[in-house]
């Protein structure tokens, strides 16, 4: 009569340690789609999911664009003489009558976030030209602050601001 210890590790244990393994994984493989699957896709995000947008890398004076439905979105890091600037004009001078302080979310003057579209005929302004160093429409010559506020040319305007939050003190969700 023989008898085995308990101890040692035969052929069979190895099948059945291998045999969890392989349905371990293929559990896995089966389930990833399912889970990959309720996350929007590609074509949603591009048809207006929120996006955000970290704040952190643009230094003062620095613009960037982002794009939101299919829109540039011009962000920008108004430095303090930008800010006072655009405080420093008379409203009523101004074609489309708008404070800087309407145009920037409380407590978070130094940034602008603005649809960067002219709202003449829908060109795409440059950021940092024109006589008010705040956009410039190459087309035909629309001039807009560093508030985005419509200063010389034929827009009707000022630049649309996009529904924005702060997240945080560094992060804004657009959308």
């Known amino acids: ?15 059945y340690v291998a045999t969890g393994a392989v349905a371990a994984v ?5 389930a990833w789609p399912l889970i990959s699957q309720m996350n929007p896709d590609a074509s949603t995000i591009a048809a207006g999911a929120p996006i955000e947008v970290d704040l952190t890398p643009i230094a003062e ?6 794009f939101w439905r299919g829109k540039p979105i011009y962000i920008s890091h108004r430095t303090k003489k930008q800010i006072d600037d655009a405080r420093a004009v008379p409203v009523s001078s101004l074609p489309d009558p708008q404070t800087d ?37 190459p087309c035909h010559g629309s001039v807009y602050d560093t508030s985005g506020r419509i200063r010389q040319g034929p827009a009707p305007a000022n630049l649309p601001i996009p529904p924005y939050a702060f997240v945080s003190d560094s992060k804004i969700k657009i959308g």
């Open 1 to 15: 009569m023989t008898t085995t210890s308990s101890a040692q590790h035969t052929r069979r244990d190895f099948l």
């Open 26 to 30: 293929g559990a896995a493989a089966a």
């Open 61 to 66: 004076g620095q613009d960037i664009k982002v």
């Open 101 to 137: 302080q309407a145009r920037v979310k409380e407590g978070h003057d130094q940034w602008l976030v603005v649809i960067g579209i002219c709202t003449h005929l829908g060109c795409i302004p440059i950021a940092h030209e024109g006589a008010y160093d705040g956009f410039f429409c």
